[in-house]
């Protein structure tokens, strides 16, 4: 099975409202790092995170190794935040072999 | 942020011929790294390199792939002979290190279509 299961798989959401993505692992995940490809299909590094929490701007990220999952927490939707968010773990600080969750697809209407 | 470039974006190619994919990492970057997307589905690590060598490869580096970084130029990504399954889009990145210093920064890929 999936060792890094993200969910939702889609989400739509109206500009202004908050959302939060999940990440549950079935790997003794040491690190997380969050990701959004865009339209275009670059991949931008959003978080990169050791068990805690991180904020930038109206982003927000929390990873848990204990209970083995990983948040990541929109507020206030703008337009350009929609794409494709990737949640990706690394195993036993694995020099940079990360194993990357399906995906959320997010699409933010007017 | 740091920025990892990619050359060329997209690469069109007849089955069996030889393809070379180049990467400019992050410039003080140690670790070189590459991934490879399938239609928009997750990401699949392929190999990553440290110091001239691949330090690890997934069952999806075939023998056909080989990747090098001569002499602090491009870091490559060469697939010889290539097949029709080998097409996807390739993405290159580096970090400065390792465990703490993780931080993947990846480049926009590289679409490679063969034929």
């Known amino acids: 099975g999936d060792k890094v299961k993200q969910s939702p798989s889609a989400l739509s959401l109206q500009e202004g409202t908050n959302s939060a993505l999940r990440c549950n692992f079935s790997i003794a995940a040491t690190t997380v790092q969050w990701f959004l490809q865009n339209p275009r299909g670059s991949l931008i590094n959003l978080f990169y995170?050791?068990?805690g929490t991180k904020e930038n701007g109206r982003l927000k990220s929390a990873f848990d190794s204990k209970e083995s999952y990983s948040t990541l927490h929109i507020r206030d939707a703008q337009l350009e935040d929609s794409g494709t968010y990737f949640c990706a773990a690394c195993q036993n600080y694995n020099q940079g072999k990360l194993i990357f969750g399906q995906g959320t697809k997010l699409s933010i209407k007017p | 942020g740091p920025k990892v470039l990619q050359i060329p974006s997209h690469q069109i190619i007849d089955m069996g011929q030889m393809v070379t994919l180049n990467c400019d990492p992050v410039s003080n970057h140690l670790y070189f790294y590459w991934y490879k997307q399938i239609l928009g589905q997750q990401m699949e690590f392929l190999v990553n390199?440290?110091?001239?060598?691949?330090?690890?490869k997934s069952k999806l580096f075939k023998d056909q792939f080989s990747v090098e970084r001569p002499d602090g130029s491009y870091f490559t990504l060469k697939i010889q002979p290539t097949a029709l399954e080998d097409s996807a889009v390739y993405f290159c990145?580096?970090?400065?290190?390792?465990?703490?210093?993780?931080?993947?920064?990846f480049g926009h890929g590289t679409k490679l279509s063969v034929l």
């Open positions: 995170l050791v068990p």
């Open positions: 990145a580096s970090s400065p290190g390792t465990g703490a210093n993780e931080r993947l920064f």
């Open positions: 390199f440290y110091n001239g060598k691949v330090m690890e």
